[in-house]
Nanobody, 122 residues
Framework: QVQLVESGGGSVQAGGSLRLSCKVSGYTYRTYSLAWFRQAPGKAREGVAAIDSDGPVTYDDSVKGRFTISRDNAKQTLYLQMDNLKPEDTGMYYC?????????????????WGQGTQVTVS
């Protein structure tokens, strides 16, 4: 069974950094794209950063220049380095997997989700 497990969330002050990780297990094929979504209280889940199967990435404008998405295919792990965090970055962060080469920011395109990790910026 495919599972995604996030870790690395926490509480930081504005301007601080956090690094999120998402371990993918139970999927033996290499071709899948990954993404980070976040959901603030009372708001819709939105795409933050996404990465194709072999590395090309895309970011939401709100995080460009501050967040970096990467993946280690050997470890089947997705990362999100978040620098210069702002209070508006607060929310539950989810990783998601899509069994296609190209990533998207459409949450309905993703069929596997992690349980989420909370990020709070004050």
């Amino acid at each position: 069974q495919v599972q995604l497990v996030e870790s690395g969330g926490g509480s930081v002050q504005a301007g601080g950094s956090l690094r999120l990780s998402c371990k993918v297990s139970g999927y033996t094929y290499r071709t899948y794209s990954l993404a980070w979504f976040r959901q603030a209280p009372g708001k819709a889940r939105e795409g933050v950063a996404a990465i194709d199967s072999d590395g090309p990435v895309t970011y939401d404008d709100s995080v460009k220049g501050r967040f970096t998405i990467s993946r280690d295919n050997a470890k089947q792990t997705l990362y999100l380095q978040m620098d210069n965090l702002k209070p508006e970055d607060t929310g539950m962060y989810y990783c998601a997997a899509r069994w296609q080469y190209f990533c998207t920011f459409t949450k309905d395109d993703y069929t596997r989700w992690g349980q989420g990790t909370q990020v709070t910026v004050s």
